[in-house]
C-alpha cells in the first residue's frame, strides 16, 4: 500500500507547487461538476419534458376546440368521389401531379345543386396543362372550367406554375 502513495508523491513532487495547484484546481472542479451541475442538468431535463408534455395537452385542446367550433364538413358525395376520381386521372395522364388543392362546398338554394369549387395549383410544360384541361372538361359534364393562370418564373423556363379553378355542379341530393 504504500508503494502507490509514494508513487503519487513523486510525481507531485515533481509538479511543483504549481503544478500541485493545477491538480487541486482540477480535482475541484470536477467535484463542483459532480455536485452542483449534474443535478441542474436533471432538473433541466425534467423541465424540458414537462413543458413538452404541456405543450402536447395545449394542442390537444387547441384541435378539440377548433373541431368542436368547426361546421361538419359533409361526406363527399358519390358523384362527387368519381367525377374528382377522373379528375385526377386526367392529370395523370397528362402527367401532371395534383398534390394539393383546395376544396369547397356551396349550396345554390333554389336550384337544388350543391358546387364543389376546386382550386389546384399544377407545375408542368403548357402542352401538359392544356392536356389536362381538354381532358378534365371533356370528361365530366358537370365541371367547368372557371379559371386559368399561368405564371412562368423565367422566359427560357419549361415548366409553368398554373393555377387552375374549377366547379363541379351536383344535385343537392348526390
Do not use: C, K
Not at 373541431?67 to 363527399?76: D, E, G, I, N, Y
Not at 369549387?117 to 392544356?130: C, D
Request: aromatic share 6%; proline share 5%.
Amino acid at each position: 500500500m504504500a508503494r502507490p502513495l509514494d508513487t503519487l508523491r513523486y510525481h507531485f513532487g515533481r509538479l511543483g507547487r504549481i503544478g500541485a495547484l493545477g491538480g487541486l484546481l482540477l480535482l475541484a472542479s470536477l467535484a463542483y461538476t459532480q455536485l452542483a451541475l449534474h443535478p441542474l442538468q436533471a432538473q433541466t431535463a425534467a423541465q424540458l419534458r414537462d413543458n413538452a408534455r404541456a405543450a402536447a395537452r395545449a394542442d390537444a385542446a387547441r384541435s378539440e376546440e377548433s373541431s368542436a367550433t368547426a361546421s361538419p364538413q359533409p361526406a363527399l358525395a358519390p358523384a362527387a368521389a368519381a367525377a374528382l376520381r377522373r379528375l385526377f386521372e386526367a392529370a395523370a395522364q397528362a402527367g401532371l401531379d395534383l398534390d394539393q388543392g383546395d376544396y369547397r362546398l356551396t349550396e345554390v338554394g333554389d336550384a337544388h345543386l350543391r358546387r364543389y369549387q376546386l382550386a389546384l395549383p399544377v407545375t408542368g410544360s403548357y402542352p401538359q396543362i392544356r392536356a389536362f384541361l381538354a381532358e378534365a372538361v371533356n370528361n365530366d359534364p358537370a365541371l367547368a372550367l372557371v379559371a386559368v393562370r399561368l405564371r412562368r418564373e423565367r422566359i427560357e423556363a419549361t415548366e409553368i406554375d398554373a393555377m387552375l379553378n374549377f366547379i363541379l355542379y351536383l344535385a343537392s341530393d348526390a
